[in-house]
């Protein structure tokens, strides 16, 4: 059988931000769909992965792509802010060529699977969660090996096109069991990054653990990988990060976890057997401040952390309260105290527009971001209720004052668009607010000293220019 796996084009999600984004916003690895042609080429399938921005393509020059192709099949992998074109794809693919089977996985239809199926006729199948296994079962449901019935995780259409949606499949327990990505099918030189004290390398994402046990209402996680999280072994991750050093010449790893340093122990047995293997790579990550202590950080430092982002996501305790992020400010302020002293790169994320946020509270946060953490890169998103997550469902009951606006996929971004409004903050406010936020953090002097320093004088200049026009810029909608 001849699989194309397709990650669909996701630059646009960025709005009026999208010149800053090509310049900061780096591409990260479609990992799920790498993994996915893992397992179908380990059956002896012929597999094509594409990776769409990274490519520079368009959705009709992709499907001019599949077209060449002539494949049996057609998957794309879509979380809410793609899933618009993800969609778009496979019904122009189902135009050329009705007989191409068509599959939807990722994080939109996991958390929609009848509604994601009932809005298009050209999605036959759907994935609903972890898709290894299941992608391997529908393989044999195709070949005639298998009933679909019998396929738990699958969302499919009857002979008389009625939808069914399968029972869950239970997570995956032996990670190990899971082949390594196919990242030799794509364009990895282009993987592009800009990492301190490196320049622009070519970057990996890598990940180690799959679920997170924290509740934080605006994530959809727990959806996607429910239960406990699941950890792969030291002596597996380590294999990866050597193969992939030998294979590809890639020195610098992305960490895709969603809480990289979630159990303490395992981190430092991971610094030890980095130390006994003598492997010489740098990394970075995700992480949150009460999930850190010096220590932790000390030893990440000694085997290759570079850059750490944490999740502020905002600068009112009664509003992380509220969204369930269990942290606090002072852990927070701690945080990247202990970094700023170790020479770790650090960044934040942030959102604005949470239930119960107010002009105040937004305010709140910029002066907490601005004069109390010791951080000079931010991410300010635009709050978004995204399918799958407990905020999704308290935004259309009005929880802390919100007021949903919309249930257009397509408009679900964090940047440059506002599907809530909350109390005195309507739609327009927000977009406002998130540019004046940008604004007061990176005009600052001493970060722009420190992005000249970093990026040298020509890169801080392009930069600058790049993110003047994107902040500066009228939507288009």
Known sequence: ??????????????????EAAKLGAQPQMPLGLAYIAAVARDLGHDVVLLDADVEGLSI???????GDAKPDLVGVSATTPIYSNGREILEKVKEVNGEITTVLGGFHITALPKETMEESEAVDYGIIGEGEDTFKELIDVLCGRKDVKDTAGLAYRDEKGRITVNKRRKPIQNLESVPYPARDLLKTGRYIWGIPGKGLVPVTSIITTRGCPFQCIFCGVDTMFPGKPRYRLVDDILDEIESVISLFSINHFMFSDDTLTLNKERVLRFCRQVRKRGLDFTFEGYTRADCVDKEILQELKSVGLLRLSFGVESGNQKILDAIKKGTTLGQLKRAYEWCSELGIESRCSLMIGHPFETRETVEETLKFVTRELKVYQAYVNITTPYPGSELYELAKEGYGGLRLLTDDWSQYRRYGKAVMEM????????????????????????????????????????????????????EKS
């Open 1 to 18: 059988m001849k699989i194309f796996l397709v990650n669909p084009p996701f630059i646009e999600v960025y709005g009026p931000y999208r």
């Open 60 to 66: 009709d020059k992709v499907v001019e792509k599949v």
């Open 423 to 474: 109390n005195d903050l309507d739609s327009k406010d927000l977009v406002r607010l998130q540019k004046k936020f940008y604004l007061r953090f990176y005009l600052r002097p001493h970060i722009i000293v420190y992005n000249i320093r970093r990026a040298g004088f020509k890169a801080a200049l392009v930069n600058t220019i790049g993110f003047l026009r994107s902040v500066f810029s009228r």
